[in-house]
């Protein structure tokens, strides 16, 4: 078992920043690969960024690449996403997410086994 728990989320510019955090405890977080994923108003859960767990390698979706930083911190189970250059599309609930397989295994899905509680960015023009 993995319980995700996320940081606070909040109101921003566009152009602005913000970083999301989310904590990690049970399994060995070292071991999981981790990700983030969103989900705007009437629309389905999309994949924001993933990074495997052993040497961190990231991926992106294409509409957050050179805006957004996935990382990690293994001594402290967290891991970060930093958002800069936030556009008013990025206005969505956002969630943490693990799962024991490798990051290859998951990132062309929303199967992932565990979830965070959501946190909602909203991005104003």
């Known amino acids: 078992q993995v319980l995700l728990v996320q940081s606070v989320g909040g109101l921003v510019q566009a152009g602005g920043s913000l970083r999301l955090s989310c904590a990690a405890s049970?399994?060995?977080?070292?071991?999981?690969?981790m990700g983030w994923f969103r989900q705007a108003p009437g629309k389905e859960r999309e994949f924001v960024a993933a990074?495997?767990?052993?040497?961190?390698?990231?991926y992106y979706a294409d509409s957050v690449k050179g805006r957004f930083t996935i990382s990690r911190d293994n001594a402290k189970n967290t891991v970060y996403l930093q958002m800069s250059s936030l556009k008013p599309e990025d206005t969505a609930v956002y969630y943490c997410s693990a799962d024991p397989s490798p990051v290859l295994n998951v990132i062309n899905g929303i199967d992932w086994d565990y979830w965070g509680q959501g946190t909602q960015v909203a991005v104003s023009s």
């Open positions: 990074i495997s767990c052993s040497i961190g390698i990231t």
């Open positions: 049970g399994r060995a977080f070292s071991m999981v690969t």
